[in-house]
């Protein structure tokens, strides 16, 4: 009842206020909670940074380092390296990767792929 | 109009759900990576000043840029290039020295399964380059060093090579060893929060922000897939394993963990985890116990009280030390 009373007491700009400020609330708990996990790549040469792009945007990217061009596939929101001039090819062994704070590295061709994004691992640093 | 008890109380209400909803910025993550010891390095920080951050960061990669220049056989003026190229003495930093005197403590604890000379056998195998070979017998023992002696003699920082069969490679420990210093490195530079993961090798400084590190170890033979993880602070966390640089020949893998007695990679385990106190000593230990094999390589961890370890035999059966059994979760 006596919130009925209050209620009565407000006008129309009180009331636009009050709504715009619940709607910016409710926008900013919507950004930080529900951003999709592993949505960017970013490729880097060396300490520069190559390439960066949506994880959904299909690409098919040559990334020169000190030893020739590194094939970068990104396809159906997974990455993975084609081809390398590196001797061991490990960088192409590791297959693709997709969840945020996952890597890709061709060492020797100084070629390093990262997916950012939200946390969604379910774990901090890999031991391998 | 804005005199109004109600508007006032939910503009007021709603102004701090706002504030609540950003909470979690005024903690940030930041992560860099960079090259350095052949391999790829990535340190993550957690703080609210972003610059300090920054900062701290890139004083770790240098820190770690100078560790490889003093320790790396393939540069030319390090110190173990240069007692690599004499049967004389050498005056070595002290740093070497101190590096030098854990991994002979290792050696001494594993029985010579842990050795800093076998840069001879590891140059015959070439795993890393583009034509690796499969060594002969008689090879092999033409670059054996003797087992039961150090890999350097020392007399303060003076060092000579016990033999000259020994072919100095600290690349068993002194990843680690970086590790350690990039996080003395950042404590120094006032973080709390950081982490240092060096090809797998992991050192952690405090939790992240409120809570624990979550560590993933890899499966040994399931790529992408975890076998467990386990929460970490201030500790750290070595991986050794016979699945990421290794070669193929008529269906055969041979890896990089070489044993010293035979100078053939070692065929008692697919990996090796040990959590230590510090990366370089977790990183020697995991290097032992890999080539010690399960049953000798767990009585070597269950003698030192401060490392734990995680074994997966070359049959794929997983042996956990006692004092990390409860700290697994399971995939």
């Known amino acids: 009842m006596a919130l009925k009373a209050l209620w009565r007491r407000t006008t129309r700009v009180d009331r636009a206020l009050v709504l715009a400020l619940a709607l910016l609330s409710g926008?900013?708990?919507?950004?930080?909670?529900?951003?999709?996990?592993?949505?960017?790549?970013?490729?880097?040469?060396?300490?520069?940074?190559?390439?960066?792009?949506?994880?959904?945007?299909?690409?098919?990217?040559?990334?020169?380092?000190?030893?020739?061009?590194?094939?970068?596939?990104?396809?159906?929101?997974r990455v993975r390296v084609l081809r390398?001039?590196?001797?061991?090819k490990i960088c192409i062994s590791l297959g693709q990767v997709w969840k945020s704070g996952d890597l890709l590295a061709c060492v020797p061709n100084r070629v390093v792929v990262r997916i950012e994004g939200e946390e969604g691992r379910g774990y901090d640093l890999l031991s391998r | 109009m804005l005199n109004r008890p109600l508007s006032l109380l939910l503009v007021i209400g709603l102004g701090l759900l706002l504030l609540w909803s950003q909470r979690d910025r005024a903690a940030s993550e930041v992560t860099r990576t960079a090259l350095i010891m052949g391999t790829l390095v990535e340190i993550k920080a957690v703080g609210s000043d972003e610059n300090k951050l920054e900062d701290a960061i890139n004083n770790a990669f240098d820190v770690m840029r100078r560790v490889e220049a003093e320790f790396s056989p393939q540069v030319p003026n390090s110190a173990i290039a240069r007692l690599n190229q004499t049967a004389e003495t050498s005056e070595i930093p002290s740093s070497v020295r101190d590096l030098v005197e854990l991994g002979e403590q290792v050696r001494l604890e594993s029985n010579g399964?842990?050795?800093?000379?076998?840069?001879?056998?590891?140059?015959?195998?070439?795993?890393?380059?583009?034509?690796?070979?499969?060594?002969?017998?008689?090879?092999?023992?033409?670059v054996l060093p003797p087992l039961d002696s150090p890999a350097l003699l020392l007399d303060g920082l003076i060092a000579r090579r016990s033999s000259t069969l020994v072919r100095l490679d600290l690349g068993g420990i002194a990843k680690g060893y970086a590790v350690d210093r990039a996080l003395e490195q950042l404590?120094?530079?006032?973080?709390?929060?950081?982490?240092?993961?060096?090809?797998?090798?992991?050192?952690?400084?405090?939790?992240?922000?409120?809570?624990?590190?979550?560590?993933?170890?890899?499966?040994?033979?399931?790529?992408g897939e975890l076998l467990a993880?386990?929460?970490?602070?201030?500790?750290?966390?070595?991986?050794?394993?016979?699945?990421?640089?290794?070669?193929?020949?008529?269906?055969?893998?041979?890896?990089?963990?070489?044993d010293p007695r035979s100078g053939q990679p070692?065929?008692?385990?697919?990996?090796?985890?040990?959590?230590?106190?510090?990366?370089?000593?977790?990183?020697?230990?995991?290097?032992?116990?890999?080539?010690?094999?399960?049953?000798?390589?767990?009585?070597?961890?269950?003698?030192?009280?401060?490392?734990?370890?995680?074994?997966?035999?070359?049959?794929?059966?997983?042996?956990?030390s006692s004092g990390l059994k409860e700290r697994l979760q399971w995939r």
Not at chain 2, 127 to 136: G, K, L, M, Y
Not at chain 2, 198 to 222: C, F, M, N, S, Y
Not at chain 2, 307 to 314: K, Q, R
Request: with cysteine; net charge negative; glycine share 12%.
């Open chain 1, 27 to 77: 926008f900013s708990l919507w950004v930080v909670v529900d951003r999709e996990p592993g949505g960017q790549v970013v490729i880097y040469r060396g300490e520069e940074v190559a390439y960066v792009g949506p994880l959904s945007h299909d690409r098919l990217l040559n990334i020169h380092g000190p030893l020739g061009d590194t094939r970068v596939e990104i396809e159906a929101g």
């Open chain 1, 84 to 88: 390398s001039p590196c001797p061991r």
């Open chain 2, 266 to 320: 070692a065929s008692g385990c697919q990996s090796v985890s040990v959590v230590a106190p510090s990366a370089a000593l977790a990183d020697a230990l995991a290097t032992a116990v890999f080539v010690l094999g399960p049953e000798a390589g767990m009585r070597l961890l269950e003698q030192r009280s401060e490392a734990e370890g995680l074994i997966v035999a070359a049959n794929g059966e997983a042996i956990v």
């Open chain 2, 113 to 142: 399964a842990f050795s800093m000379a076998l840069g001879g056998v590891k140059e015959l195998w070439a795993i890393e380059t583009e034509n690796p070979q499969v060594p002969t017998r008689e090879q092999l023992e033409a």
């Open chain 2, 187 to 223: 404590r120094d530079r006032g973080l709390r929060s950081a982490s240092v993961n060096a090809g797998g090798d992991i050192g952690v400084l405090g939790g992240h922000a409120e809570r624990p590190w979550r560590i993933g170890i890899q499966h040994p033979r399931k790529q």
């Open chain 2, 229 to 258: 993880t386990l929460e970490a602070r201030d500790q750290a966390i070595v991986t050794s394993g016979d699945y990421e640089r290794y070669f193929e020949r008529d269906g055969r893998r041979y890896h990089h963990i070489f």
